[in-house]
């Protein structure tokens, strides 16, 4: 009893004591620095005077230049600058400056008084103005700023997010291709594979008069015009050194993988097949190609490293050459088992369609190379994928024109000594070439290499759909591909596997 009672007394003068010191705490500080992104959102259409009460008590920006004027090419005394602040989302902003504002150059780090300022659109561009030169301090040159790989379709989608950010679009492409000595000045339609974006250069530009190139990297700002109450995207590069031509010759692939049934409703032996399309006229008699597949099961044999790539054999790799029937520009073909059903056993028959190689893989092995087996294509667990290549004849040297893989999983890719692994294609998916570091990276799990489909829950009769859209002229996807799983039954159409949504030929 004693106990309790020295409790109950203490007790209440604990509690006396810590608010007493709760009281006295001077509490947490408001940060100076709003993040541009918290400073964006303010804006909801109507001009917005910033103060410190709807900027919470803060009242500056603390972020990085990435305008430079010394070309002419960006819109005349926009000082332009980003940050990462909030939720490390980068958001960019624009504030007009006049003259001074070339005097800032991407790298500089400043801290900008924006009180007072007034968020607002002009001409398209959202900007914070009435900004005083005297409010800007400068605390650091030459900050490095992160490559922020960006697409066209991203910027479509969502313009504002952004707008007077700094980004690169890569593998750039001009539809319609350029003309012979026809100069980047002016507007141009850039195709990235994800979308059609304007890039605009001004005349005045010194690299307005450069050559167009068929492929580059294109570095720049982000800028909105307005049509109606719509945000068009416009891309500008900032100087000459802005964008970096990656080709000036056209690869045509002249045959592309559209699709697979890796696993049917029921047993897939010799009921496999790849799907695809051919972008020339193609007598496979005269001019034979080939498809292989791999499968890097743990199991599959041998195992490790494949030391002659896709020409491994064994269980790792199974070629088909593809030598029978002709196909015409933009039509569908296939290979695979000697079932020619779309699902399986008793569906639907796929012999009125053009296969170019067709056997029971399960009795024969593959043409050159690859053991006979029960399942060409894997269902889940480490990757399998597959390469065309423009001869019948493959080695370990041999470049695919085109090639996709499934999931990650496996002993792919080893820098070696001796490197060893998959050769993949310069496609929508894969680059020789790493576009941005320029270092060479010819293999799957290579480099940038990474991007795979994913695996279908097994057994339901998915048919793996690609659907894009090339451009033979350009030579190149002016949609990349997306994976789209049709799921299908013992009675689907053929339509279904080549009609909507499938691959088509600009």
Known sequence: MKKLIIASLFLPLLAFLWGCEKDSYPGGVVSPYISIYDVKNLYKGNDV???????????????????DHSD????????????????????????????????YVPGDSLLINIEGGVLKRVNGILEITGVKKEGITKVAANVTIPVNRINAGQILANPDAYESTLGVIVKGGFDPLPAPG???????????????????????????????????????????????????????????????????????????ITGFMSDVKGGDGNYEYVQMMATKDIDFTVTPYAVVICNNANASTPTGYPAKGWATGDMRTFKLSLIQGKVTKGQFFYAGGAGKMINGA????????????????????GDGFGAATSGLMANSGNAFGMAVFSDSAVTEASKPVDVIFISTGGSLYTAGPPEKGYRI??????????????????????????????????????????GGEYNPALGKWSKARTQTNVLLTKTSALSEIEGEGATQLK
């Open 425 to 466: 294609a310069n496609n929508d998916w894969y680059d020789i070439i790493n576009p941005i570091t320029l270092q060479s990276q010819p293999f799957y799990r290579c480099g940038s290499n990474t991007i795979a489909m994913i695996y279908n829950t097994a057994d339901l009769g998915y048919f793996n759909m690609l």
């Open 72 to 103: 002419g090419n960006l819109p005349a005394g926009l000082l332009v600058v980003q940050d990462a602040r909030r939720l490390s989302t980068l958001r960019g902003i624009s504030i007009p400056l006049g003259d001074a504002a070339a005097q």
């Open 49 to 67: 005077t910033l103060n410190k009460d709807n900027m919470l008590g803060s009242h500056s920006l603390a972020a990085v230049v990435v305008s």
């Open 346 to 365: 008793s569906s639907t028959s796929m012999t009125s369609s053009v296969w170019a190689r067709a056997f029971d893989y399960t009795k024969t092995g």
């Open 182 to 256: 026809e100069k980047l000045g002016g507007d141009k339609t850039l195709n990235d594979g994800f979308g059609n974006i304007d890039l605009h250069t001004e005349a005045v530009a010194p690299f307005a008069d450069s050559l167009s190139p068929v492929s580059a990297n294109y570095y720049g700002i982000t800028f909105n015009t307005t049509a109606g109450d719509k945000l068009v995207p416009q891309f500008r590069m900032r100087t000459s050194k802005d964008f970096v031509v990656l080709s000036s010759v056209i690869e045509i692939a002249p045959v592309l």
